[in-house]
């Protein structure tokens, strides 16, 4: 089964380089040239991938990954920037993108991302678990579903990986470099505050008081530590 790929750029000669690249892979690709219409192709369709664009005309890509979250938490996206600032790689995870490329960029690095995160989609060990259960969580990771004391939780895709994760080895001492390495995969070298970011993005759907959290221990000086808090 072929893989549609929704990709939302307002460059011609990168969109042209990004379809022949994929569609040489197997992938279906659709275009949008503008963050409006990208959010059209979006709700019109159901696409396996984004490549979200982050400077695009009428509507930013910031804006298309915030927009897109409120309705489906789980599409994985991919967001391309020209900026290298430390800042829009954060406040683009922050915003709920699955991960980051920065132009120039190979279409062979792109596709190697994509696949990373497809493969973790389809056959993951989280997956492979049908049900997790920890003090008042309760998770289902096939169906990417997570409940405290009875309510959905809202959580992006990296939220509930994290979740799912941190959840599995309860009481282990888990550094956050290894935690970048098990949920994100690649080398985010040196940022490792995007661990921070996410977990205390968690710590905030459910935990009762962030400064006490009973779930998600910080160990001083080295990582994080999920604990059963009955
Ligand atoms: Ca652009």
Redesign the pocket.
């Known amino acids: 089964m072929n893989r549609t790929i929704l990709i939302v750029?307002?460059?011609p000669s990168?969109v042209t380089l990004l379809k022949y690249n994929l569609e040489q892979k197997g992938f279906l690709t659709d275009v949008a040239y503008n963050g409006e219409d990208g959010m059209e192709r979006f709700k019109e369709k159901e696409y396996d991938l984004i490549v979200l664009?982050?400077?695009?005309?009428k509507m930013d890509?910031m804006a298309v990954c915030k927009s897109i979250r409120k309705i489906n938490q789980q599409i994985p996206i991919i967001m391309?920037?020209?900026k290298d600032a430390e800042y829009d790689k954060i406040h683009g995870l922050e915003m709920g993108a699955d991960d980051y490329l920065t132009k120039p960029f190979s279409p062979k690095e792109l596709i190697a991302r994509i696949n990373a995160i497809l493969r973790r989609t389809d056959e993951t060990g989280i997956k492979q678990t049908s049900k997790l259960e920890l003090g008042k969580l309760v998770i289902y990771p096939q169906k990417f579903e997570a409940f405290l004391k009875g309510e959905l939780l809202e959580l992006t895709r990296k939220e509930f990986e994290l979740l799912v994760y941190l959840t599995q080895h309860k009481g282990e001492i888990l550094s956050r470099e290894q935690l970048l390495n098990s949920i994100w995969e690649f080398d985010f070298v040196g940022d490792s505050r995007i661990v921070d970011v996410q977990v205390s993005h968690l710590r905030d759907k459910i935990e009762e008081d962030t400064k006490k959290p009973l779930y998600i221990k910080t160990v001083r000086g080295f990582g994080y530590k999920m604990e059963d808090p009955t």
């Open positions: 750029e307002d460059e990168i664009d982050l400077m695009l005309p890509g391309l920037t020209a």
